[in-house]
């Protein structure tokens, strides 16, 4: 099976932990830079990371965004047509204020993700955790963290699944996209621990 490609909006804590850790078991990651003009990969001698165009993060496999969710309206969303995007953000009180658009606590922002890039397939997963978790080594016998995710088109999913235990995490579908309510700040399953039982 070939190794998946990952196209990462967002060079922060969370966008850097998850190149890493996709990096480290042969990944090939591309960050985004929106307002890179030229077509070619840029690579960058301080961080070891590659940086592309939105031209070229097209072509991923998979698109992932770790950027500020008020940032969102700053993507170009004919770039993600098509495209299975994992939805990584969180809508934290101190980046944007609660209005009509953003309620707090009320609506899955995944879905208002949805409705802006219509034309793409969007996974919630990555936002419950801690960066930290991220850079953790779970083996050596130990078992392995569970994530989450929720997402309504069943082969985004699958791959979604495909890249999550790539990068050796287990995975629990808990349903439509929707459900990723329960994945946000002051959801259920948002900051736990969760692992599975045997």
Known sequence: MEQLSLGIYGSGKLGTA?????????????????????????????????????????????????????????LDSTFFKGKTVI?????????????????????????????????????????????????????????KQTLMMAGDDLKAKQLVRRFIEAIDFELIDIGPLQEGIHLQPGGKFFGVDFKREN
């Open 18 to 74: 998850i190149a890493k850790r996709a990096v480290s078991v042969g990944l090939d990651v591309v960050f985004a830079l929106k307002h890179f003009n030229q077509t070619n990969v840029y690579h960058c001698p301080k961080t070891g990371f590659e940086f592309a165009p939105p031209s070229v993060i097209a072509n991923k496999d998979l698109i992932l965004l770790a950027i500020p969710i008020n940032n969102l309206d700053t």
């Open 87 to 143: 939805d990584a953000m969180n809508h934290w009180p101190p980046e944007i204020e609660e209005s009509e658009e953003w309620p707090l606590q009320e609506v899955d922002t995944s879905s208002l993700v949805q409705e802006f890039l219509s034309e793409a397939k969007v996974v919630k997963t990555l936002n419950h955790i801690s960066y930290h978790d991220l850079y953790r080594n779970d083996k050596n016998g130990q078992r």
